[in-house]
Structures are given as C-alpha cells and as structure tokens.
C-alpha cells in the first residue's frame, strides 16, 4: 500500500529532471533519441551501423546504459564519437538523473544528435522520461510476434518500431506482418522499419528516419529562432 505514493514522488521527480533535459535539447536544436528493447534484440549493433554510415565531423554523441559492464561503450568507441558508459549497478532502466549527471562535463552547443541506448528491458524504461524527443523501440525477430501485446507501454509511447534480425527470417516462425499489425493495434501511429544489423539489409530505410526527424527540428528550430 506504501508503495504506490514513494513510486509517484519518484517518477515526478524524474518528470522534472526530463522536462528540464528536453528544454535544455531543445535550445541547443540536439535530437535526441532513446534506444529500447530485451537484452540481446541489437540496440548495439543498430547504433554501431548509425554511427559507421555517419560522416566524422557529425556532432554525435552516444550514452549507453548496461547493469554491469562497459562492453557496449567499448564497441561504440571504435566509431570515434564521443560515447559514455552509464553502468546502473543493477537498475534495470535508465532515468534523468543519470542522463542528466552524465552530460555534465559534455558541452551542449557542441552536439545535435545524442543516442542513448536503454538498459536491455521492455518494461521498467517504459516509465522513466529521459527527456528524449522520441523513444525507439527495437524487437527481433526470434522474439516472437505477441510482444507487442504483452508489452504495450513501451510499444505506445514509441515512435519508431525496428525490427531487428531480418536476416533470420527464414529460420523461425515470425509473421512479420503480425508483428507490425500488433504493433499498430497498441500503437496505430508507430512508424516501422525492418532491418538486418547483420548484413545492412533496411538500414537505408532507418536512416531515412533518422534524417527525417533531424530535418524537420531543424525546421522547427528556424520556425522558433524567426
Ligand atoms: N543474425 C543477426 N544477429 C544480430 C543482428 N543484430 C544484432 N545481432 C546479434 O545479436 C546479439 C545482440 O546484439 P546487441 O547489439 O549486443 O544487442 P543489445 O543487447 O540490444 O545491445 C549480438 O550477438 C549481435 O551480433 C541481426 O540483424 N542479425
Ligand atoms: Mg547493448
């Protein structure tokens, strides 16, 4: 019975620390976008092919968020953006505070996009507001295609659905059009992309998205400046 109010006051003070991190996006014109999904579905290797097809002088800069180890920012650091570990000691989402913490000695003006790259839950991130102007959530294919359904916060407040493995395809019953048909029951708005992080297959398509969302605040960032 105690639980619900401590959990209310903690959550709306995550919603102040994110109301604050998206003014703070916001002013520099920074998109910033966070990663979801289980463990294992490719967030990595999404953001490891994002990061390749970027040229050198993009003003990119990646957190990424793991229980226990900094493999991921290791594998992230070959691209030679900025990318910092946030290691949670255990909690299985990122918050605000975290985001917030972590981008204290990163100087603002100096970025437009920033990733971040959730710890590996379909659940707990769903809660936590990291200030992000749009969350992305990533499912594989050999994750089957009820997930949706069985997990619909994350796949509502998503504005992007990847999915992931594509390549695998022919080896596990996954009905791909299922799949996107629950997606749009819980989620009738949710953009869809499917892509292979394994052989490139779809990328194009994901990064036609990406640039998509940074044009349109690009506009938006002149709408408000004029
Ligand atoms: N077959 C296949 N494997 C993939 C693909 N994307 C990622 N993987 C593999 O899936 C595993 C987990 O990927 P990772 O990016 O670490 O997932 P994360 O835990 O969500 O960050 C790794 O062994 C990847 O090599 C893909 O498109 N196809
Ligand atoms: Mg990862």
């Keep these: 019975m105690e639980r619900v109010p401590l959990e209310r006051k903690v959550l709306s003070e995550n919603d102040r620390i994110a109301a604050e991190l998206r003014a703070r996006f916001e002013e520099h ?20 092919r994002t ?42 989402h990122l918050d605000a505070r975290m985001i917030e913490r972590h981008l204290a000695d990163w100087r603002l003006e100096d970025l437009d996009l920033l990733l971040i790259e959730n710890v590996g839950n379909l659940v707990c991130p769903a809660s936590y507001d990291l200030g992000e102007a749009a969350k992305v959530v990533v499912l594989s294919v050999t ?29 596990v ?11 749009r029951r819980v989620h009738p708005g949710i953009d869809i992309v ?15 998205w990406l640039e998509q969302r940074r044009r349109s605040l690009k506009s938006l960032v002149r709408a408000v400046a004029n």
């Design 29 to 48: 014109g920074i998109l910033c976008l966070n990663f979801i999904s289980s463990p294992g579905s490719g967030k990595t290797s999404l953001l490891e």
């Design 51 to 92: 990061l390749a097809s970027l040229p050198v002088h993009e003003r990119v800069a990646v957190l990424t968020g793991d229980i226990q180890t900094d493999n991921d920012a290791e594998r992230l650091k070959r691209y030679h953006f900025p990318v910092k570990q946030i290691t949670t000691g255990g909690t299985c």
């Design 173 to 183: 019953p996954f009905d791909m059009r299922e799949a996107a048909e629950n997606a």
């Design 194 to 208: 499917k892509v292979s992080c394994l052989t490139g297959g779809g990328l194009h398509e994901w990064l036609m």
């Design 143 to 171: 994750e089957g295609e009820d997930k949706p359904l069985k997990y619909p916060s994350i796949f509502f407040k998503s504005e992007l659905l990847v999915l992931n493995k594509i390549d695998l395809l022919p080896y």
